[in-house]
């Protein structure tokens, strides 16, 4: 379950609204004559989020578990080819029994007769009280269940169903699903050739008949359901029926019912109130920049050298201790260099997703790009670091390179090595492969390392960014500051505005990564991210202006640490999802949760800080190159 952050974690239909456009380079339509076979595979069991209900698991199981004792087919159990995105997404795709031919409609087909011991009874009993889901995939498209938003009225697919039903009734004692109504839907334009468009099931729960038989009426309505006991061996029969229907639904928008976007317009809410925000600040930034700083530069420059001297007062008092070396510049490189990488991948990411690139078809391509990409951007990191570290006063380039190419590598993969430990010590298929780990190993030093060493040699070779004033000699002793620019103040007060203005898509954002909730809403999410982006750097800007007229000039770790406190935000808005969406009774669950909001929290910080440092860096640059030093 975990791997849907990787991220998922962790990112435009009719332009914004709707993904159902067409896919650049998507999946090619697979057409089916009439009688062919429709392959069904079978994916991870994932826990979703039940009618007004909590998530209450993080783990996901391999269909083929044997203590699910589900049917397996006759020629065996196959593992399909996955993209590395799929497997950190968690997927594991295995074929199955199921047979499914093209228009060829089936009553009570039996797949097989199950026996569950009391272990298996009570370990599928479990997995039903956590919500867990079945997944299928037919011609890439995923069995659903059809739903109707609450708030919309909108019909749409929900992706995957119920392994059994523990509502009402049966809170206490389940029962499980063990007959499956499928409904096919097909579009054709010559009555030869068959595309699969749509793929609906409806689980029932059927207990086998006094004779022996299998019982496939649905429609009785004092049909006994299924209970597993757990004290004794269970026996019953998986059985199916298919139907097939014919569709107006084109192949090129098959999708549309699949992604639906819940509540549009609260998205346009977030979206307009972000954009209201971001406005103010800029109107903010520009009376700052323009009128007072402008005047007091005009007062600055207008002295008569041949004057009296006059005291400097403001921002100019600090002149000469604005560019001092800051504490540790080494490190605020690295994560600047780390940071602009991240932002980039992401910007061209979202890129790929608005244009189509990525299209759901595709499974798990968004995990994928996003890896790539920040495997061959490695550049952007070292050139970033280097330019920051010559320009902080840093001399050691050499441990400068390697920790921007190691450190933070490092950290995030001690990180989900160790979650990947505890996926593995509770039996979830959403452990990463070792082959996966390695392969990330071998893109992390045989490409992303390289680049950055290559990256950090041409910012070299560019040299520090000049700065307008000289440094003195003696530093100048700091005032004690007002209370809201003492740093954690400054950090918790700066990050209100950014989280503002994107704290509803980060809702959906985690419903899609915890929740298995599909989130392609990439038109929401690219406006959201640019509005994020400059209301930071807008905050960063005040706040180091602010500063430095209390005369407080240590402003280049400050202004990172502003940008980034949308981070602090971020976890204890995580903390209150927790709170209101979920229910992890096991530690398991808690300590994966955990951990994964944890590392969203850091790579925004990482993001945010970069981008609040920078601005401010140029701010700065801009604010004293514009006045005359005696």
């Not at 600055?300 to 201790?321: P, T």
């Not at 670091?385 to 390179?401: I, P, Q």
């Amino acid at each position: 379950m975990g791997r849907r952050l990787a991220a998922k974690a962790l990112l435009l239909g009719a332009l914004f609204s709707s993904a159902s456009a067409f896919y650049l380079p998507g999946a090619a339509p697979k057409d089916y004559a009439l009688g062919e076979q429709v392959p069904v595979y079978v994916n991870a069991l994932t826990p979703v989020i039940a009618a007004n209900a909590k998530l209450k698991s993080m783990m996901n199981y391999d269909y083929y578990n044997p203590q699910f004792h589900f049917c397996t087919p006759e020629e065996g159990v196959k593992k399909q080819s996955e993209s590395l995105g799929s497997i950190l997404f968690g997927d594991r795709i295995f074929n199955s029994p199921y047979k499914i031919y093209m228009g060829k409609n089936s009553s009570c087909t039996i797949l097989c007769k199950s026996v569950v011991p009391p272990p298996g009874a009570r370990f599928i009993n479990e997995r039903i009280l956590e919500d867990q889901a079945i997944n299928w995939l037919v011609d890439g498209l995923p069995a659903s269940e059809l739903k109707q938003d609450p708030k919309s009225g909108d019909i749409f697919y929900d992706m995957g169903f119920n392994l059994g039903n523990d509502d009402d009734e049966y809170a206490e004692k389940p029962i499980l699903n063990n007959h499956y109504d499928i409904k096919m839907e097909y579009h054709t334009k010559d009555e030869k050739n068959f595309r699969v468009v749509g793929v609906l099931v409806w689980p029932f729960s059927l207990a086998t008949q006094a004779s022996g038989k299998p019982n496939c009426d649905t429609t009785a309505a004092n049909s006994p359901p299924l209970y597993l006991s757990e004290d004794k061996t269970n026996e019953f029969f998986y059985t199916y029926t298919v139907t097939w229907s014919r569709s107006e639904t084109p192949w090129a928008t098959r999708w549309d019912n699949y992604l639906h976007i819940f509540d549009p317009k609260i998205h346009w809410f977030s979206l307009v109130n972000s954009i209201v925000i971001v406005v103010f600040l800029c109107v903010m930034v520009s009376m700052i920049l323009l009128r007072t700083v402008s005047r007091d530069i005009s007062r600055y420059n207008a002295i008569d050298l041949s004057e009296d001297i006059q005291e400097d007062y403001g921002w100019k008092l600090v002149h000469g201790e604005v560019f001092r070396q800051p504490w540790n510049p080494g490190l605020l490189a690295v994560l600047s260099g780390n940071g602009a990488q991240l932002a980039v991948m992401v910007g061209i990411t979202l890129v790929f997703a608005l244009l189509g690139f990525l299209s759901p078809s595709n499974r798990g391509s968004l995990a994928t790009v996003m890896m790539v990409c920040w495997t061959f951007f490695g550049f952007v990191s070292g050139y970033i670091s280097s330019r920051v570290y010559l320009s902080l006063g840093g001399t050691d380039k050499r441990n400068a390179a390697f920790f921007t190419a190691t450190l933070l590598p490092t950290f995030v993969f001690i990180i989900v090595f160790l979650l990947d430990l505890f996926l593995v010590f509770g039996g979830s298929s959403g452990a990463v492969p070792f082959g996966t780990m390695l392969l990330i190993v071998v893109l992390w030093f045989g490409i992303n390392a390289p680049l950055t060493a290559i990256g950090f040699f041409v910012g070299s070779r560019h040299g520090a960014v000049s700065n307008p004033v000289s440094v003195n000699q003696i530093p100048r002793q700091i005032p004690p500051p007002p209370k809201y620019l003492r740093p954690w103040a400054a950090t918790l007060i700066g990050g209100i505005l950014p989280f503002g203005a994107a704290f509803v898509e980060l809702y959906f954002v985690l419903s899609s990564l915890f929740a298995s909730r599909a989130y392609y809403a990439f038109g929401f999410l690219a406006l959201t991210a640019g509005v994020v982006a400059l209301t930071t750097a807008t905050v960063s800007i005040l706040f180091t202006y602010f500063m430095l007229c209390a005369e407080e000039y240590r402003w280049q770790w400050r202004s990172f640490f502003v940008g980034g406190g949308s981070s602090a935000w971020i976890l204890l808005y995580g903390l209150f999802y927790w709170a209101s969406r979920l229910s992890l009774d096991s530690m398991t669950s808690a300590i994966l949760y955990i951990g994964y909001l944890f590392l969203i929290a850091l790579l925004n910080f990482l993001v945010t800080g970069t981008i609040g440092f920078l601005a401010s860096y140029w701010a700065v640059r801009r604010l004293y190159s514009a006045i005359r030093i005696d």
